[in-house]
T-cell receptor, first 114, second 112 residues
Framework: SQTIHQWPATLVQPVGSPLSLECTVE??????LYWYRQAAGRGLQLLFYSVGIGQISSEVPQNLSASRPQDRQFILSSKKLLLSDSGFYLC?????????????FGPGTRLTVT | SQQGEEDPQALSIQEGENATMNCSYK?????LQWYRQNSGRGLVHLIL?????REKHSGRLRVTLDTSKKSSSLLITASRAADTASYFC????????????FGKGITLSVRP
């Protein structure tokens, strides 16, 4: 069966510090991978998605970046965090391809920028 | 920008009652999905309905889709306190290429 892991679960970082959030998927090959951010009491904002290694599509201009160094690993980074980067970050995977299949979400990372 | 708009934004019902949540969208879609999120957790996929389907059931869940009105509804029958969560609709816009657009969600509280 497939599982998705995210870490860390919670993170408190000062403004201007770097960020690295990691997401890994087990039990499937060549998944589509997604990073979302959810502000308090709000819906999900798609940040990045990837349909293959090294293929990253950015949805929202910002100071965040994403990388996919391995087939089932997706990393969200920032060189300098802003207060507005605070939120709940969710990674998700779906079956490969261009159709929008069901997405399976990780447990999320709660990021607080102080 | 958000495609799906759910209503109501919040719903409070008594255990045993039915809960109906609605979602409207703006563009043509391939499919529409409903997800559930418990507080502080990731989303869980509930049900997917394709654009050529009008109704779908899964356990106590019933989803309808009216593409002419660009709307969908999620009905939870015989609600339980454990159904307390936020519910999101998500649309796969035609031509969107593997992306979903989520609404802002509905907060459902089921009182025991």
């Amino acid at each position: 069966s497939q599982t998705i892991h995210q870490w860390p679960a919670t993170l408190v970082q000062p403004v201007g510090s770097p960020l690295s959030l990691e997401c890994t998927v087990e039990g499937t090959s060549n998944p589509n991978l997604y990073w979302y951010r959810q502000a308090a009491g709000r819906g999900l904002q798609l940040l990045f998605y990837s349909v293959g290694i090294g293929q990253i599509s950015s949805e929202v201009p910002q100071n965040l970046s994403a990388s996919r160094p391995q087939d089932r690993q997706f990393i969200l980074s920032s060189k300098k965090l802003l207060l507005s980067d605070s939120g709940f970050y969710l990674c998700a995977w779906s079956l490969p391809g261009l159709a929008a299949y069901e997405q399976y979400f990780g447990p999320g990372t709660r990021l607080t920028v102080t | 920008s958000q495609q799906g708009e759910e209503d109501p934004q919040a719903l409070s019902i008594q255990e045993g009652e039915n809960a109906t949540m609605n979602c409207s969208y703006k563009t043509s879609i391939n499919n529409l999905q409903w997800y559930r999120q418990n507080s502080g957790r990731g989303l869980v996929h509930l049900i997917l309905i394709r654009s050529n389907e009008r109704e779908k059931h899964s356990g106590r869940l019933r989803v309808t889709l009216d593409t002419s009105k660009k709307s969908s509804s999620l009905l939870i029958t015989a609600s339980r306190a454990a159904d307390t969560a936020s519910y999101f609709c998500a649309t796969d816009d035609t031509g969107a290429n593997s992306k979903l657009t989520f609404g802002k969600g509905i907060t459902l509280s089921v009182r025991p």
